[in-house]
């Protein structure tokens, strides 16, 4: 057994598969790829990597897993799941997650593929647990699935707290341990127990405040979209594949990016903390669906007309088009009054935390300080972005500043 | 300058006329109230006092006053109404306020006659201050009333941090500092600067989540209405007055019930945490509005008229009606796009978590356990109860558990 | 299974004997008696109770038995005796422990009897629990008994991040988890497993940082001197017994100094901070051993001979002799290349650690500050104590102020 | 102002010249510099950065000047300097310090040179700030030098309590609000007011605890060992000069060690976690005066002498020979009697704790896990090591694990 001290979890016991699995390349790996990327650009203390919190949700489904009595093979195979949760992941996790695996195929048969071969493959066979099995667990296939990936997951609880610790911001600091205490399994389903409606929604809640302070924040925004155009020129303009990016860690991406010359003014200008600027700003109502909708290719095409109209440098201009609201925790199911019920169904805050979500919704253009007048208006024209209100062409705002000035604009 | 160590806030450093308040007896009397009164029965570490709970108000005030530029006579007056604001509580806390200060006429008066006399009156004339209008601060009244009392006051920021740190509660968790760094003055009214939509929410959800799971939770809640009733036995059954009563401390409070032969049966179940079991939890929509609205004597005749029907002793019987929902947060200000508008009107959220209190509401009627279908089938017919749906006879919970069980019924 | 919310070690699991232990008078009398007496005139914060301490205990002993592999009744013997360790303590705790049991016997003895009568015997009978090997064990006989009582046991690893948390002061913030898992059993002794010498050092350092910061603060010692003295004064002038004294919790204690003429000075000067103040505060080596060692009945004496002198009242004179240095954690046993050793052995800390409490060791004679001049006179002289360095005369100080100034002097 | 959200001090505004600072590139740099090296490789959480740390440093440094009373310019110079203080770090911070800096002249020289050159010294000039005044402030020199670089001054403060944070050992969690409370300048010396012996003791302690633990556990030290190799290698095979090393930040030279056919042996142990093991672990006492005090140039010809003997890969034999224990703090200085006096002098704890590091010293020479025993035995002959007590050939201890078995051999 090793026993590793955790700044959140204090001491992690690791046995049996996990310990086998801890000194794999492909989980050391994830030593080197930060869990929130960008983010410590807006909250310096935002260091934390996927190694860590894969421990961590690892010993919150061994938690899990004693409290519903589960042992034998299906703790084995839970608790490999929960640590390897993560090893898709490719640089600055999901920062750039729609580049590296839209070249490629789905992010599910590259954990498939990851776990099949090398160290883990070969660990997981010693234990007699099937590779393709653990894959689906993760992809939150099955009964026990729910646990890794579902909408009580372990997954979830660990982050919460772990970001929470790391930024210094409080609103993540969930009681895992209650949530964790109340699971039970109920005709194949995962829910909590009687009288949870509220541990439910706390864990909703956690997250609909760390959304915009921390996940979206705009600083954090505009540099993951410079990010995401780089590493987009990277492979366009190297032999470098998107195969090869997805196994890159974060430094070995951040040198790329430096060496390249078509890359090495946004290396600097990630180096230099010195971001693009916003264009436009835009609220959901004023953008076309067909841009809400757009896929990252067709952004990268709008990215270089504007670009070209405007006559600045390619990576000079950035589009930057989130996903549509999702409230996952929404279908959380809770036992009230003896039946099992959606969260969505018994408490009136899933559907007006989905609505103020859509309404933090914002379409972002971004460009250098001296161009955004410029840029915003030929962007406002292309994309077809409404130009009355909802439209701002600059907004100030400092360096590492952990501010949330931006969300009722 | 006398520098303090609080458990919350670090270092507090107490200057100019706070210092010279803090050894009056009204103050040190503090140290002998608990914060949370009964809820310690649920969390066991919740015995932070009044004491503590002032000198972090006052510190969060003397922050609020440095980030606001506000200095001279008008920080004097505050600090003081910071630090005064609660030496007019009884004991308990607010368990026994509708009690104390039903008799003897408004906490207002209360509290401003208490300003004016003893040692505390002597060191506010010192220092020229007028102890009525530091009374009426503590009251809210005037522009700057709003920071001691109001919906941004420092009173909030200090309990909701501070109980989350004695109980073990993460959710009253907020981020304080900020709060208090985004304050500002316009027109008169105190609001949060421009950005804050979110912050101003995170402070109502705080309240919201620790609500249910402290501050009413049932067993704080059948603690504090056997404490009540055996308070109003001892004004009954003895000359003790109720000026007296609100004079006296947790201490005196306890071991006058402990030797009174009217209120030892009281005292000794508290004392053991023999808890009256619940009759009757009935939802709003099954409760008469002359009982959600009936005061304390109404229902204190009721509670005899009960007892007197089932024929058990009169302590046996105790009726607990909450307040109807308030939101006080719903009308705190923040800046939108350079306007001021309310929380209520900007966030969808304010209205919707009035429903969720509005749907936890319990009218509880509490008994011995051997009790409880008698009582409550008698109690249900005098209070106009609706039997059906909302009516529960029976309720087993042991004894310190702080689960909350009971909010989805 | 009860399952309650700590603010220290989170969820605390309360099963099998523990948990029907749980509702006995004499364990919720705990509830009522401060953790750490009158430490909360010194740090505003320090309200936490005996009871909470002693679930505490009861969850690391549980976390103990489980490193061990300890189960059965072996187990079911040490739970029980860790939640009841401190069913024999009087008001205030040590405050007043000399004198609760210097008239009516032995520490032990009184435990040995409250865990054969009433609830709590019931209920270890029905467990098939002798109350006299449990009363054993809390007196840390036997090898199972070291955990419970003796150099490495749970007692102090709650205690001292318990008083951590509640007073703000860090250094009492050991690795408790690190400590317990460290445990082994090694022919029938309590060792530290191999590697360990530094872990048991940090529980030694952790006290003797924690000792004159905390316990032994100047104005704990003077506040807890008088208190022993008012109560002294109480047992003396009127019917209570010192068996009496030893059963009442806090609220008893304070409300019957109120009430009692020859104590109601005290108790106000207590109620209002009124501390007394040094008339003397002498260095051992400036102490006659005859001094040193003396027990409270000689004390008592010389405090009256002193008063008549100085012709002050009874009460106005408390002489506060500590107790001659112990370092009980220097006899802890670590493995160290395969054989045990004592801490004391290995570690050159310990003898230094011994010197500096020696140092550190401090006579207190306090009487009114109007008074300290003559009052220090007179008790010099009859105490024998060297007038020159060691002696001083005066020292102001504030409040509630948490500062350690007097330490060097 | 900015004001940036700090996982360890909560906000921190950032104001003058320090704001100017911040978005240097110099300052920048330090977001990709680690504050522990490859102590990540035992505590996973440890990723924190000289980024972070350098903007706590400054924060209590700002704290320091305000209770000090220094304000203006000499304000601005220590404020300057605290921010400034570690930009002269090279990768891995000090892991590589007596390489990046042995070839290429004294740190100092270099520092001076950073802050006369680029944004920083446009920065400096534009605030009327002389550069070579604040890189002698870094250096500790003159009256408020201390501050920065002394017994007591800022940097330690942070770096414990930040250390403590990330990795989750509790033992560096001083009390730095009092430490910076309690500072004075007497005389143009900075040392701690009256009454706190004890105060600077809990800072030496910290550290006592913390080494052995923290700072130089066995497998950070061997990992920094190996990584110290590594880059020497890099030094000796390509281009890379130690002036560019001392450039370059942890991304640059773990790409640098993994694309360099001499290191990627090195690089792909160190992905991996497939570290080197003990060949010796000797004790001061074992070995030979001229070893103890080697320098780098020497040891490493040792290296290639035991490599070409053992007849193995050079990169397979690292030396690793700590510097000789000091103990910087016993010279704080603290105010005893009104009389400045040494800690050294003034607390029996220094002389201790000095002998109790040399005890914990130990020489390492490590090698691949099949040749410990050869390279064992082959170094103990050439560097004349005593091969009786003191010697360990053969140590296994897993991963990730943080657990301090070593240090009683």
Known sequence: MATIKDSVHDHIDVMGVAEALLDTPALQRLRHIKQLGTVQLVYPSANHTRFEHSLGVYH?????????????????????????HDVGHGPFSHNIESLTHRYTGKYHDDVTELLRQGEVGDVLREHDLDPDYIAGLIAGEGTYGQLVSGELDVDRMDYLVRD???????????????????????????????????????????????????????????????????????????????????????????????????????????????????????????????????????????????????????????????ARPSMRESTSRVMVNGEVRSLGEQSPLVQTLRIA??????????????????????????LGIDSGEGLISEITHHGVQARVDEFDG
Chains 1, 2, 3, 4 share one sequence.
């Open 60 to 84: 919150l489904a061994d938690r899990a897993l004693d409290h519903l009595g589960i042992e034998g093979k299906h703790a084995d195979r839970l608790t490999a799941a929960a640590l390897l």
């Open 164 to 322: 929470a610790h790391h930024t210094g911001v409080p609103y993540g600091t969930i009681d895992s341990e209650r949530l964790i205490r109340e699971l039970r399994f109920v005709d194949g389903e995962l829910v909590l127990d009687e009288g949870n409606v509220q541990t439910a929604e706390s864990l909703l809640l956690a997250r609909a405040l760390m959304n915009p302070t921390v996940y979206t924040h705009p600083v954090a925004r505009i540099s993951k979209a410079m990010l995401r155009r780089a590493s987009e020129r990277l492979l366009e303009s190297t032999d470098t594949t998107a195969a090869q990016l997805r196994r890159m860690d974060d430094h070995d991406l951040l040198v790329a990016l430096r060496h390249t010359p078509e890359t090495e003014t946004f290396a600097r200008r990630y180096d230099t903390r010195d971001l693009l600027k916003r264009a436009i700003w835009a609220e959901m109502d004023a953008v076309p669906d067909s841009i809400v909708d757009a896929d990252r290719a067709r952004l990268s095409e709008l990215e270089e007309t504007i670009a070209d109209r405007a006559d600045v440098p390619e990576t000079d201009v950035v589009i930057d088009v989130p």
């Open 357 to 382: 979500q859509e309404r933090q919704w914002r379409l972002g253009v971004y460009t250098t300080a001296a161009q955004t007048d410029r840029v915003g208006r030929i962007a406002a024209a292309e």
